[in-house]
Each structure stands twice: as structure tokens, then as C-alpha cells.
């Protein structure tokens, strides 16, 4: 893995190597913390952060659906990352803020507990690689079903909930596949490990809806955008999973994997990358990277301190 030189932890900057916390850390546990994946991307203008506002507003309501109150207010947590990638002298890196409960009394209250935060900045290239990004990855239904509103809330991006993740993952690579595709509890396709999915049937793009236990994602809703303002119809509804090998396209989003079309799904050939993914994956790229005049508004410029 990359690493940095500094880490932002409870107020202060750390050494990368100094950013320790207690083995009896509540959420080292019980997985009660929350976190965000963003991503800084190097343009024109330099180094700029793709939806930010979106993601720390979304980190906060993670963290009060956990009944965490946020120790540091949006405002605080946007300018501390500025000066965390200037000071690591970073172009392009991905972030990540968590906010956790920390060391205090053990067991399931956490009430208690501090609530303590830090982000982490590295260099990370294309999540699902960059073979995967180009030409498409292989992906395969997972055995587990994604988390349901019945047992965990699928709108919070919390740490406990990403054993759902982790253990679909695991079975998927196992038996070699790229990617996992999660389908809901009421057995409609979901989104995929740390994506959400999109597919292309007719000149129409569908993608599940929240009701189908997604996470809601910055890009699912940029891409979104992006495809209907190309004049696509993108339709939210629920998914059959026979669809996807029906389909003439399926890509996936997120902050991770970018925009990552998917060529083959539980061994049925869907194709290479099609028009569609390619028109608008080549807008979501320019989006990301500031080559989208239309988009620019997405992009939070890094301020650089004077003094880093
Ligand atoms: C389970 C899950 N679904 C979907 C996404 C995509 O969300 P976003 O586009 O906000 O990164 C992610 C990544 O954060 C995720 O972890």
C-alpha cells in the first residue's frame, strides 16, 4: 500500500506511523464507526476533491443514524483535508474520514464511549484495476444476500456493516472472480461490494432503487445526472437478477472502482464495454478530473495553507 506522511487524528497531524489507537477501541469490537471513500483528482486548476461537501454531509448522517455526535463540523473536517493533502504534497489521492467510538467501558452501550475521528490520505489507483476499467470485469452473484433495513440500516456507510461486503468479497475471489453482485433480501439485485450498479436494455438505463437496501451513492446520483443529461432515460426500479445477463450493458459506481463496466456476469457473457458505458464513462472522467465545464461545481479546489 502507498502510504503518506501524515494522518489526521483527533485534532492533530500525526505521523503516518504514529496513528495508533487502544486494542480496546469500541469500535475495534463492535464495528461502531462510520466512515467515507472520496477521492482527490489532479487538475488544470490542481489538486481537486470530487463531491466533497456530499460525502462529509453524508459521513455526519451515518454517524447520527449511530446516535454519534460529529466532533468537528463540515466546515472543520473540508479544510483539515485540504491541509492534510497539501501537507502530504499529494496530486490525486483517495480519503478517508472515519469517525469511531474510542477506547472507554466495554460492552454493547456505547453510549459512553468518545466519539473520536481521523483521515487518512493515500495514493490508491483503480480500485477494480485498471484491465477492469478499460475492458470490463468479471463478476459473479454472491450466496450472501446485502444487508437488510430489518436487521441494519443500508443508508449508513458504517464499518460493522461492511462484513456484508467483506465476506461476498471473499467468496467471489475465491472462486475468481473480479466482483461480487449482492442481491437484497427480497432477492432483487442490490449493487455490488462497494458499487453501486447500473444496466443498459434498449437504449435504457435502469439501477435499483433505495428501496432495493443500495447505499445511496455520490456517483450512482452524478452518473445519474450525467446519463440524462446525455438524454438518456435512466429508470430507478427493481432489477431481476436475470437481467443482468439479459442486459446489453452493466457498469458499476462508486468512489473506489470509478465507473467499471461489467463483461460478464455469473459466467454469461454480457460483452465488452458498449456505446452507452463508453459515453458516459468518458463524461464521468472528464466530470472527475475538471475537464467537464458543466460539472466543475462537483470539484472542491485544495486550498493550500501558506504554511505547508
Ligand atoms: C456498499 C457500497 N455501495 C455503493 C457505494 C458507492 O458509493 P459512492 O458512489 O458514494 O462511492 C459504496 C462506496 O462507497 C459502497 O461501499
Given at each position: 500500500m502507498n502510504t503518506a506522511d501524515l494522518i489526521w487524528m483527533n485534532g492533530e497531524f500525526v505521523a503516518w506511523e504514529d496513528a495508533k489507537v487502544h486494542v480496546l477501541t469500541h469500535a475495534l469490537h463492535y464495528g461502531t464507526g462510520v466512515f467515507e471513500g472520496i477521492r482527490c483528482y489532479e487538475t488544470e486548476q490542481g489538486p481537486a476533491i470530487f463531491r466533497h461537501p456530499e460525502h462529509l454531509d453524508r459521513l455526519r448522517r451515518s454517524a447520527e443514524l449511530y446516535h454519534m455526535d460529529m466532533p468537528y463540523t463540515r466546515d472543520e473536517l473540508r479544510e483539515v483535508t485540504h491541509e492534510l493533502i497539501a501537507r502530504n504534497g499529494l496530486r490525486s489521492c483517495y480519503i478517508r474520514p472515519v469517525v469511531y467510538r474510542g477506547y472507554?467501558?466495554?460492552?454493547?452501550?456505547?453510549?459512553a464511549n468518545p466519539v473520536e475521528c481521523f483521515i487518512a490520505v493515500w495514493e490508491w489507483g483503480a480500485y477494480l484495476g485498471e484491465e477492469g476499467k478499460a475492458n470490463g470485469v468479471r463478476a459473479k452473484t454472491s450466496s450472501w444476500r446485502r444487508i437488510s433495513p430489518e436487521s441494519l440500516m443500508p443508508q449508513a456507510k458504517a464499518c460493522g456493516q461492511y462484513l456484508n461486503s467483506v465476506l461476498a468479497k471473499i467468496e467471489v475471489s475465491k472462486a475468481g472472480y473480479d466482483e461480487a453482485i449482492l442481491l437484497d433480501h427480497k432477492g432483487v439485485v442490490c449493487e455490488g461490494t462497494g458499487e453501486n450498479i447500473f444496466v443498459v436494455r434498449d437504449g435504457e438505463i435502469v439501477t435499483p432503487p433505495y428501496s432495493a437496501s443500495i447505499l445511496d451513492g455520490i456517483n450512482r446520483r452524478s452518473i445519474i445526472e450525467i446519463a440524462r443529461d446525455l438524454g438518456y432515460r435512466v429508470v430507478e426500479r427493481d432489477v431481476a437478477r436475470e437481467e443482468l445477463a439479459l442486459a446489453d450493458e452493466v457498469f458499476l459506481s462508486g468512489t473506489a472502482a470509478e465507473l467499471t463496466p461489467v463483461r460478464e456476469i455469473d459466467d454469461l457473457e454480457i460483452g465488452p464495454p458498449g456505446e452507452i458505458t463508453r459515453q458516459v464513462q468518458k463524461v464521468f472522467d472528464d466530470a472527475l478530473h475538471g475537464r467537464a465545464e458543466r460539472y466543475r461545481e462537483w470539484l472542491d479546489p485544495v486550498q493550500v495553507p501558506s504554511k505547508a
Open positions: 472507554g467501558p466495554m460492552g454493547l452501550d456505547p453510549l
